[in-house]
């Protein structure tokens, strides 16, 4: 079954904000994890948005998110969330969390350094 599951997308209009939700299942161990954001556009690649480190000592953005986007995590309620503001057509798409447990490559928010996934969450930015 999943171990991560994504919440909280839907409609926004552009210039407003959203906040995501990666929860883990209670099995998993999820402080051991660094967590990675993913963006995917409509018949676009899957690309990295955003990183946070395990203990959350360290983040990354992709510049397209970079002074809008804002990761954060509680390990002790399991969660991680993405916080999206002054969102654009751009920013559509589904959003996908995923765990990564090979410590420093993490931070290179890529699909291959990531070995667990959620089902994603779609975002739809529209006026």
């Known amino acids: 079954q999943l171990q991560l599951v994504e919440s909280g997308g839907g409609l926004v209009q552009p210039g407003e904000s959203l906040t995501l939700s990666c929860t883990a299942a209670?099995?998993?161990?999820?402080?051991?994890?660094?967590i990675g954001w993913f963006h995917q556009a409509p018949g676009k690649e899957r690309t990295g948005v955003a990183f946070?480190?395990?203990?959350?000592?360290?983040?990354n953005y992709a510049d397209s998110v970079k002074g809008r986007f804002t990761t954060s995590r509680d390990n002790a309620k399991k969660v991680a969330y993405l916080t999206m503001s002054s969102l654009n057509p751009d920013d559509s798409g589904i959003y996908y969390c995923?765990?990564?447990?090979?410590?420093?490559?993490?931070?290179?928010?890529?699909?291959?350094?990531?070995?667990?996934w959620g089902q994603g969450t779609q975002v739809f930015v529209s006026s």
């Open positions: 995923a765990a990564c447990q090979f410590g420093s490559s993490c931070y290179t928010i890529r699909r291959s350094n990531y070995d667990y």
């Open positions: 209670s099995g998993f161990t999820f402080s051991r994890y660094a």
């Open positions: 946070i480190s395990s203990q959350s000592n360290d983040r």
